[in-house]
């Protein structure tokens, strides 16, 4: 099963800032199937990126997704107050099938 | 506009079992995939599985095989989660999120559903 580790685990930063969140594969993952989501407190998790690098639906140009392999990167290039939350990384696997998350990074106001 | 709709917070005793719903609205429910997640308060997102409405086959995470059931009702756009056999591990927030064909993103989730086991 492929792990996902995040790093790092919690990133302060403050507003206007750039932000960069690492998501590292224990082995290869298709880009196709690498997603990173938005969870605020009280509420569902929301897609931001999907195939690696394709803003959903509705998603602000400063949230950009890139990488392949076993390392990718979510980067917020100008902090919002409302960016701060917590980020997730997702991938789809085959052996065995399913979908994993990697454990979350928060970004906390500094 | 497109939404999923569950069924609100239970409360169960250990050995119990608990049956989500999912209401989904606003597209076609058979044309996208129905995955379950469970997040435990203050800890990380945690896949079950997925079911395919317009087939009903379903696949299931390792951790949950021989105790989650996920099932559909198509004539009412609904898909269910039922976990049995309820221990106190699995208290947590529980959500369906759609996926698109050919995907793996969860482009719309529910609101999630609060179930609590305590005896």
């Known amino acids: 099963e492929i792990v996902l580790t995040q790093s790092p685990g919690t990133l302060s930063l403050s507003p206007g800032e750039r932000a960069t969140l690492s998501c590292r594969a224990s082995?290869?993952?298709?880009?196709?199937?690498l997603a990173w989501y938005q969870q605020k407190p009280g509420q569902a998790p929301r897609l931001l990126i999907y195939g690696a690098s394709s803003r959903a639906t509705g998603i602000p140009d400063r949230f950009s997704g890139s990488g392949s392999g076993t390392d990718f990167t979510l980067t917020i290039s100008r902090l919002e107050p409302e960016d701060f939350a917590v980020y997730y990384c997702q991938q789809y696997g085959s052996s065995p099938p399913g979908v994993t998350f990697g454990q979350g990074t928060r970004l906390e106001i500094k | 506009q497109v939404q999923l709709v569950q069924s609100g917070a239970e409360v169960k005793k250990p050995g119990a079992s608990v049956k989500v719903s999912c209401k989904a609205s606003g597209y076609t429910f058979t044309s996208y995939d129905i995955n379950w997640v469970r997040q435990a308060t203050g800890q990380g997102l945690e896949w079950m599985g997925w079911?395919?409405?317009?087939?009903?086959?379903?696949g299931y995470a390792q951790k949950f095989q021989g105790r989650v059931t996920m099932t559909r009702n198509t004539s009412i756009s609904t898909a269910y989660m039922e976990l049995s056999s309820l221990r106190s591990e699995d208290t947590a927030v529980y959500y369906c999120?759609?996926?698109?064909?050919?995907?793996?993103?969860?482009?719309?989730w529910g609101q999630g559903t609060t179930v609590t086991v305590s005896s």
């Open positions: 999120a759609r996926v698109p064909e050919y995907s793996s993103q969860l482009d719309v």
């Open positions: 082995q290869s993952v298709s880009s196709s199937y």
């Open positions: 079911m395919n409405p317009n087939s009903g086959n379903t």
